[in-house]
């Protein structure tokens, strides 16, 4: 089984046909029936070329007197596993990085390009310097290529958080996040499965956010774990748990969550209700209402209700309730970690998207009765879909009022107390944003 290979055609789906790496990946590994160090280092592969894309491009760029645009897809695919495998994976030995990536061109029916990759990788062995990064006095350009992400997001975040926040975040890009998994209380208790799991092997550890999360590592397969298909647990990052600990549903209350797939967040609503109440689920896609039905099955969920319904739609109408979950749409800038590949969308910073968002705000703020609480929230970090949204629905909406947030979290930004602004180099969280309001009047 040539790993290699297998790396560079998921690439090639995720450069091409806009595949997601994580999905690519899974089904590569399924599909290959690939044992843990081979699946290991193909994983290694992929995000690597995916998280240091722009690095790996730029020392390309030092070497090659062709420039960026004109090399051939392919070939740079080629170049990017060979560049990767030569600065930044120890294990690999040079001579294997370079002819391995040469017979990977053959491989693939680019034999005119082996000679300019054998040439460009040997070139960087007996570099004694192997590559510069820009100027430092240029900020933006020397955050971007020193972390390979794209300057208009490195613009944004050091205008919005600072230099030093913006760090801390572009460090917590590479790498693999941690795993969060929320426990079933509907079955199980925290103590209960941290045993069960380890005695599988994985170790698990209660999360000092919540008594009922816990973290995971070693765990293979999550999926194929009994305690997993028992529905004992469900994987939810920490920051969608504290989400729904902010609109802190009860039992017997109605809530609706009106983005709501793949419906983590009203799996986890259904616990703090003890089962008792009404959780309706809207998406606009019906299979993934099914999904959500599958899931709620297996974890013994009887309280949600899905329906197929756009969130924007103003004619669309729906019963009060006294919790309402708006967690629109977003740019996805807070889960970069989880989803790579997604930094370096043309319109990763649309600026009509902010509209949508608010849009949805507003149309189902409608719903919340008085005295009963809204929550709004994204996973992404930037102010245009955060702050300014939340702060402009106050100024909007006089029969609403904040909401104080206490999340066990302390805010690293100056924000009101109903805003929390969460970052990924905290090591426990998403970048995630949420903003809590309380009905107050009738319009």
Same mark, same amino acid.
């Given at each position: 089984?040539?790993?290699?290979?297998?790396?560079?055609?998921?690439?090639?789906?995720?450069?091409?046909?806009?595949?997601?790496?994580?999905?690519?990946?899974?089904?590569?590994?399924?599909?290959?029936?690939?044992?843990?160090?081979?699946?290991?280092?193909?994983?290694?592969?992929?995000?690597?070329?995916?998280?240091?894309?722009?690095?790996?491009?730029?020392?390309?760029?030092?070497?090659?007197?062709?420039?960026?645009?004109?090399?051939?897809?392919?070939?740079?695919?080629?170049?990017?596993?060979?560049?990767?495998?030569?600065?930044?994976?120890?294990?690999?030995?040079?001579?294997?990085? /370079?002819?391995?990536?040469?017979?990977?061109?053959?491989?693939?029916?680019?034999?005119?390009?082996?000679?300019?990759?054998?040439?460009?990788?040997?070139?960087?062995?007996?570099?004694?310097?192997?590559?510069?990064?820009?100027?430092?006095?240029?900020?933006?350009?020397?955050?971007?290529?020193?972390?390979? !992400?794209?300057?208009?997001?490195?613009?944004?975040?050091?205008?919005?958080?600072?230099?030093?926040?913006?760090? #801390?975040?572009?460090?917590?890009?590479?790498?693999?996040?941690?795993?969060?998994?929320?426990?079933?209380?509907?079955?199980?208790?925290?103590?209960?499965?941290?045993?069960?799991?380890?005695? %599988?092997? /994985?170790?698990?550890?209660?999360?000092?956010?919540?008594?009922?999360?816990?973290?995971?590592?070693?765990?293979?397969?999550?999926?194929?774990?009994?305690?997993?298909? #028992?529905?004992?647990?469900?994987?939810?990052?920490?920051?969608?748990?504290?989400?729904?600990?902010? %609109?802190?549903?009860?039992?017997?209350?109605?809530?609706?969550?009106?983005?709501?797939?793949?419906?983590?967040?009203?799996?986890?609503?259904?616990?703090?209700?003890?089962?008792?109440?009404?959780?309706?689920?809207?998406?606009?896609?019906?299979?993934?209402?099914?999904?959500?039905?599958?899931?709620?099955?297996?974890?013994?969920?009887?309280?949600?209700?899905?329906?197929?319904?756009?969130?924007?739609?103003?004619?669309?109408?729906?019963?009060?309730?006294?919790?309402?979950? !708006?967690?629109?749409?977003?740019?996805?800038?807070?889960?970069?970690?989880?989803?790579?590949?997604?930094?370096?969308?043309?319109?990763?910073?649309?600026?009509?998207?902010?509209?949508?968002?608010?849009?949805?705000?507003?149309?189902?703020?409608?719903?919340?009765?008085?005295?009963?609480?809204?929550?709004?929230?994204? !996973?992404?970090?930037?102010?245009?879909?955060?702050?300014?949204?939340?702060?402009?629905?106050?100024?909007?909406?006089?029969?609403?009022?904040?909401?104080?947030?206490?999340?066990?979290?302390?805010?690293?930004?100056?924000?009101?107390?109903?805003?929390?602004?969460?970052?990924?180099?905290?090591?426990?969280?998403?970048?995630?944003?949420?903003?809590?309001?309380?009905? /107050?009047?009738?319009?």
């Amino acid at each position: 089984m040539n790993i290699r290979n297998l790396a560079f055609k998921i690439l090639l789906s995720v450069e091409r046909d806009s595949a997601y790496s994580a999905l690519a990946l899974n089904h590569c590994i399924k599909e290959n029936k690939l044992n843990s160090v081979d699946s290991s280092f193909l994983s290694a592969l992929v995000y690597g070329c995916i998280e240091r894309q722009i690095t790996l491009d730029y020392i390309i760029q030092q070497y090659s007197k062709i420039p960026l645009k004109k090399i051939d897809l392919k070939t740079k695919l080629i170049l990017r596993l060979g560049i990767l495998q030569l600065l930044f994976m120890d294990k690999v030995p040079d001579s294997a990085a /370079v002819n391995e990536s040469v017979k990977l061109a053959h491989k693939n029916k680019l034999s005119r390009s082996t000679g300019f990759i054998n040439g460009i990788l040997r070139s960087i062995t007996r570099a004694e310097v192997k590559y510069t990064l820009p100027n430092e006095k240029n900020r933006v350009e020397y955050l971007s290529v020193k972390y390979s !992400c794209p300057e208009e997001i490195v613009r944004l975040w050091s205008e919005s958080y600072g230099e030093e926040i913006t760090r #801390e975040i572009l460090s917590s890009l590479s790498g693999r996040p941690q795993l969060t998994a929320r426990v079933n209380t509907l079955k199980t208790n925290t103590s209960q499965l941290i045993n069960e799991l380890e005695a %599988l092997g /994985v170790k698990a550890r209660q999360s000092r956010l919540d008594k009922n999360a816990v973290t995971l590592s070693n765990t293979g397969s999550v999926e194929s774990l009994k305690p997993f298909k #028992e529905g004992k647990l469900y994987i939810q990052d920490m920051a969608s748990q504290l989400c729904v600990k902010a %609109l802190s549903p009860k039992p017997g209350e109605v809530m609706l969550d009106v983005c709501s797939a793949p419906g983590g967040k009203s799996f986890t609503a259904a616990q703090y209700m003890n089962d008792r109440g009404r959780i309706y689920a809207f998406d606009v896609y019906e299979h993934k209402l099914g999904l959500i039905r599958d899931t709620a099955k297996r974890l013994g969920i009887n309280s949600i209700r899905t329906a197929l319904r756009d969130a924007s739609d103003e004619k669309s109408e729906l019963d009060f309730a006294e919790k309402v979950l !708006c967690d629109v749409p977003c740019s996805g800038l807070g889960i970069l970690s989880r989803k790579p590949e997604i930094r370096y969308k043309k319109d990763i910073l649309d600026n009509t998207l902010p509209e949508l968002q608010y849009k949805i705000l507003c149309n189902n703020a409608r719903f919340v009765m008085t005295g009963g609480t809204l929550v709004y929230s994204t !996973c992404t970090l930037n102010p245009n879909e955060n702050n300014k949204n939340a702060e402009r629905f106050l100024r909007e909406h006089k029969s609403f009022e904040p909401l104080a947030l206490d999340l066990g979290v302390k805010s690293k930004i100056n924000e009101p107390d109903n805003m929390l602004t969460l970052f990924p180099s905290s090591g426990e969280t998403d970048g995630f944003f949420i903003a809590a309001f309380r009905r /107050v009047s009738a319009d």
